[in-house]
């Protein structure tokens, strides 16, 4: 989803920008009134007018990851949060600016990963989509949030551990938040993706008994 507000007028006596697209609402937060265009679908945001300021503040937020599936009793690892990003005071033309809005990544068959998040792009800024959620026996995959390792296997040809993805929206260009995916060396539980404000749970082993 996309989020894009910009200050009203009736609070301070200012005047307002005026814009269309996504859902409309008004909100009021510290005795200033504010106008929200919220997208949950590709769209347009489009600049009529600009008004006292000619800023907006933007929120982004990428599709999240798909889990992964399980086999045997044993659980695959949880899909990684969309990357979120939040710039105040971004400067706006009269003119007409894309949104889009990525997907969630769908979850998986028995024994498989899920699919990575799609990406969720507005006013310059990108939220990188989350990470897989690791199939039995395979790792995480990196995204916004890193998706979470799945269930380890026993011994011999199976992997003994697993690991979670990488978070890959703090780094990017349009900076943000989002945290590793956790590891697993259980064998029956996978562990969980990572989200905005902390990592990814990881699975600690037991036994398969």
């Known amino acids: 989803m996309a989020g894009i507000h910009a200050t009203l007028a009736g609070a301070k ?3 307002p920008i005026d814009a269309t697209g996504g859902t409309v609402s008004d909100i009021e937060i510290g ?5 929200v265009h919220a997208f949950t679908g590709n769209g347009t945001f489009t600049v009529n007018r600009l008004g006292t300021y000619d800023t907006v503040d933007v ?16 659980a695959g690892g949880g899909g990684g949060a969309g990357g979120l990003v939040y710039a105040s005071g971004q400067t706006v033309t009269e003119t007409s600016y894309s949104v889009t809005i990525g ?9 498989a990963s899920g699919a990575k998040g799609q990406n969720s792009t507005s006013l310059g800024f990108t939220a990188i989509g989350g990470g897989l959620g690791g199939g039995e026996r395979l790792n995480g995959g990196a995204g916004g949030s890193g998706g979470g390792g799945g269930a380890a296997g026993t011994s011999g040809s199976e992997a003994t551990s697993t690991t979670g993805g ?13 945290n590793a995916g956790g ?10 993706g990572g989200g905005a404000d902390e990592a990814g749970q990881s699975s600690a082993n037991v036994n398969n008994g």
């Open 13 to 15: 006596g200012l005047d």
């Open 59 to 74: 929120l982004v937020v990428a599709g999240g990851g798909g889990g992964g599936g399980g086999d045997r009793g044993r």
């Open 183 to 192: 590891a697993c060396n259980e064998t029956r539980g996978g562990a969980g």
């Open 166 to 178: 990488a978070a890959q929206q703090p780094g990017s260009a349009s900076g943000g938040f989002g």
């Open 31 to 35: 005795g200033f009134g504010y106008r």
């Open 103 to 111: 997907s969630g990544g769908a979850g998986a068959s028995p024994n």
